[in-house]
């Protein structure tokens, strides 16, 4: 079974923290996302990637970075977590040229205290 | 402002009934994928489109994109509990910046679905 699996479920961290929240693909995707979904705004992408080592960034990606150093695994940094970092957040991948469904993981819910 | 606009965002019917929802864009929509969303949990890929007026169905789900390539819908016959959810839209739209080969997917706000016994 081809998936996308995110390291934690639930997360709770203190404000200032470093948090990293991981992700990893087992279908040879070349493109990975990192989203973050909040009621009533929806899916917004904070960064992906196309290729190992590569990056850009999505519509929001204000305290985030990324770093890829593997094809298969994907990380979101948030370097000082803030409150407004409370979120769910989702990892999906894709082949490259789309053409075919992108596969999301179980999302991890970060709270922020 | 969204790229892609779902309607409506709040959906409630009676089991049984039908139902639809709607996925705007103003611009061409080159593969739209409907997903659905248990509370709390990701994302469960339904169907893809691809080419305009084509139509998928799945179960008692029917998804149509219309021959512009800019709106689509997704049709649930006869609901039941296990329908409900919250369904997303999502698409690749070439924004007219296509780094080698890499589209990003762009979402909908999100159609929360309650089926009333």
């Known amino acids: 079974d081809v998936k996308v699996t995110q390291s934690s479920r639930y997360l709770v961290k203190r404000t200032g923290e470093k948090v990293f929240l991981e992700c990893v693909q087992d279908m040879d995707h070349e493109n990975m996302f990192w989203y973050r979904q909040d009621p009533g705004l929806g899916l917004r992408l904070i960064y992906f990637?196309?290729?190992?080592?590569?990056?850009e960034k999505g519509d929001i990606p204000e305290g985030y970075s990324v770093s890829r150093e593997k094809k298969e695994r994907f990380s979101l940094i948030l370097e000082s977590a803030s409150t407004n970092q409370t979120s769910m957040y989702l990892c999906?991948?894709?082949?490259?040229?789309?053409?075919?469904?992108?596969?999301f993981g179980p999302g991890t819910r970060l709270t922020v205290l | 402002s969204q790229e892609l606009e779902q309607s409506p965002q709040s959906l409630i019917v009676q089991e049984g009934k039908n139902l639809t929802i709607n996925c705007t864009s103003s611009?061409?929509?080159?593969?739209l994928y409907w997903y659905k969303q248990k509370y709390g949990e990701g994302l469960i890929f339904l169907m893809m489109l691809q080419k305009g007026g084509e139509e998928k169905s799945h179960e008692k789900i029917t998804a149509k994109l219309d021959e512009k390539k800019q709106q689509s819908s997704l049709h649930i016959t006869a609901s039941q509990p296990s329908h409900a959810g919250i369904y997303l839209c999502?698409?690749?739209?070439?924004?007219?910046?296509?780094?080698?080969?890499?589209?990003?997917?762009?979402f909908g706000q999100g159609t929360r679905l309650t089926i009333n016994p």
């Open positions: 999502g698409a690749d739209i070439l924004s007219g910046r296509i780094i080698q080969g890499a589209q990003k997917l762009v």
């Open positions: 999906a991948s894709s082949l490259r040229g789309g053409g075919a469904w992108g596969v």
């Open positions: 611009k061409t929509l080159y593969g």
């Open positions: 990637s196309y290729d190992v080592k590569m990056k």
